[in-house]
């Protein structure tokens, strides 16, 4: 009997500029630490939702620089990488009970979404698909609750932010907005509110010790079979 051996497609990438050759089925992320990288920042979720592993890469050939996030996306024949776990945006202080919901609170805290020219550069580079430059023309108009919903799916990857010419932290002005909208614009949840108050006067302190004591797959079982309210 003729046994066929499978061959397992490889491609080339480029690692902090060195070149590796991976299997061509791994995400990014899969083939960094096929490469060996032990990847203690710029992971975390690996499910496409907490935003640290944004990459920037370059196809061989091409001039177009793309971006991504690392544990989502598969990797391509002659891929530049480089990795971005962090980027520095401005991060105001602020006490969200002692501001409001007005436009001059945004110009306050951040007022270089002023200085936004309209180069959409924000929007292309966002790993989420979101329309970043219009969330942040909500925030200028002092629209909180339209810039919440449209920038709800932000991971806070900072992408945007390393793109943009006028040095706007977008994910932290969407933060605010939606702080604003939760604290003033929104409905009010009064149920919610009274298990807020119970949880702080310890109400549940034992429940929540329980919790903590029962195995994974009893927390599982709880979890799938939960009361969800319609």
Known sequence: MEVMEVMEEMVNVFLMGKKYAVPSNLTIMGAMEYAGYQLVRGCGCRNGFCGACAIIYRIKGERELKVCLACQTKVEDNMYIATLPFFPLVKEVYNINEIKPTEQIMMQLYPEIYSCIGCNACTKSCTQGLDVMQYIAYAQRGEYKKCAEASFDCVMCGVCSSRC????????????????????LAPKSQHLENRVCEIGNGDFKELLEGLMQKPIEKLKELYNNREIEE
């Not at 006028?166 to 002005?173: K, T």
């Open 165 to 184: 010419p006028a040095g706007i932290s977008h994910p932290q002005v969407a933060l605010l907005a939606r702080r604003l909208t939760g604290k003033y």
